[in-house]
């Protein structure tokens, strides 16, 4: 084999090592820091309180929803008060950490009703990206979610 070849795989097994190395890794305060949040957003909807969901929100927040309606900060926090969830829950949250930048990402589960009285059973895959603002504060800067087939 060449020099080239054999450096190109051992950068592959390298970023393979680290990948497993990475998911075995205990949370760090980061990482547990933007999981609170996502807790808190849980809890919002838990509660039917789009009041805690606010400030986990930055200004210029966007949001990509399951049909691919994309809403800014004002327009989702509208949505949020329109919902009624009777029950919501998280499973595999997972936070991965870029300096100042984080992505969190899992399974939402959900039942309740839109604001028009429609009946909702969410099940989705969800990704929020997370950034350290200036004074310290994590906040979501945008979200997609994905609906998992049944």
């Known amino acids: 084999m060449n020099r080239k ?18 998911a075995q890794m205990p949370m760090g305060e980061t990482e547990k820091a933007v999981a609170a949040q996502e807790h808190q957003w849980l809890q919002s909807q838990k509660t039917n309180n789009a009041e805690m969901l606010a400030p986990l929100l930055a200004e210029k ?14 327009q989702t926090l509208a949505d949020a008060k329109g919902v009624h969830w009777i029950s919501v829950e998280y499973e595999n949250l ?31 895959r969800f990704t929020d990206t997370w950034v350290k603002m200036p004074g310290g504060k994590w906040q979501c800067v945008a979200s997609h979610g994905s609906t998992v087939k049944k």
């Open 61 to 74: 927040f966007i949001n990509t929803d399951k049909d691919g309606k994309v809403t800014n900060r004002t």
């Open 5 to 22: 070849v054999i450096y190109s795989l051992l950068g592959i097994l390298s970023l393979g090592a680290a990948g497993v190395l990475q």
């Open 94 to 124: 997972e936070v991965a950490v870029y300096g100042d930048a984080a992505i969190a990402t899992g399974a939402f589960m959900g039942k309740g009703t839109d604001s028009k009285g429609k009946p909702l059973d969410e099940l989705e």
